[in-house]
């Protein structure tokens, strides 16, 4: 399983990102996909997760209404749109998966930097 993370960058408080990530390497439908994020100095922190099958979506308190995490099947991707951003959402974001019923996420990508400028 191979997920590659994109989208990062720099953008100024109150702006928009949107992340992809990439996934190949097996069949997900019966996966969750998860988004976390891990500022300087801080543990890495859940942001969102979706499932393949259904598109069933949790948020964290902190991102709710504020994030969207959506799935594009065909291209075995899914994207975090991020709108209404503050500079504590500054962080290395990472996606990984899970097969549904675990409660540990087994494939993580490479982490892809949000900074965002008050």
């Known amino acids: 399983v191979q997920l590659q993370a994109s989208g990062g960058g720099l953008v100024q408080a109150g702006g928009s990102l949107r992340l992809s990530c990439a996934a190949s390497?097996?069949?997900?439908?019966?996966?969750?996909m998860g988004w976390f994020r891990q500022a300087p100095g801080k543990e890495r922190e859940f942001v969102a997760r979706?499932?393949?099958?259904?598109?069933?979506?949790f948020y964290a308190d902190s991102v709710k209404g504020r994030f969207t995490i959506s799935t594009d099947n065909a291209k075995n991707t899914v994207y975090l749109q991020m709108n209404s951003l503050k500079p504590e959402d500054t962080a290395v974001y990472y996606c990984?998966?899970?097969?549904?019923?675990?409660?540990?996420?087994?494939?993580w990508g490479q982490g892809t930097l949000v900074t965002v400028s008050s």
């Open positions: 990984a998966t899970k097969y549904y019923s675990s409660s540990r996420y087994d494939y």
């Open positions: 390497g097996r069949t997900f439908s019966s996966y969750t």
């Open positions: 979706i499932t393949w099958s259904g598109g069933s979506t």
